[in-house]
Nanobody
Framework: QVQLVESGGGLVQPGGSLRLSCAASGFTLDYITIGWFRQAPGKGREGVACTKRGAVSPYYADSVKGRFTISRDNAKNMLYLQMNSLNVEDTAVYYC????????????????????WGKGTLVTVSS
């Protein structure tokens, strides 16, 4: 059974950092596109960062470039999102996602390419 389980969300002050984790089971992350989406209150879901083994570079949304870093541990079948310099606009539910036949740029920009979703973890940035 394919499963993506996020963890690491919580409350953080503006300017702080947080690292999200996503544990994958039922399939290997080696050859598929994986990434992070988020949905802020009252807004649509946004692709934040996506990556794929062998891709030249990960895709990042403009809103997080230079602040967020996506990484993976293939041996542990884990995906991570390091978030630095957080601001209140980063408050959202963050979802782990995987797409079988897509690229990082395509999946992050069109969630229709996502085949599997996690249930999400809430990140709240507030003083």
């Amino acid at each position: 059974q394919v499963q993506l389980v996020e963890s690491g969300g919580g409350l953080v002050q503006p300017g702080g950092s947080l690292r999200l984790s996503c544990a994958a089971s039922g399939f290997t992350l080696d050859y598929i596109t994986i990434g992070w989406f988020r949905q802020a209150p009252g807004k649509g879901r946004e692709g934040v960062a996506c990556t794929k083994r062998g891709a030249v570079s990960p895709y990042y949304a403009d809103s997080v470039k230079g602040r967020f870093t996506i990484s993976r541990d293939n041996a542990k079948n884990m995906l991570y999102l390091q978030m630095n310099s957080l601001n209140v606009e980063d408050t959202a539910v963050y979802y782990c996602a995987a797409g079988v036949i897509t690229t990082p740029q395509d999946m992050c920009r069109w969630e229709g390419d996502v085949d599997y979703w996690g249930k999400g973890t809430l990140v709240t940035v507030s003083s």
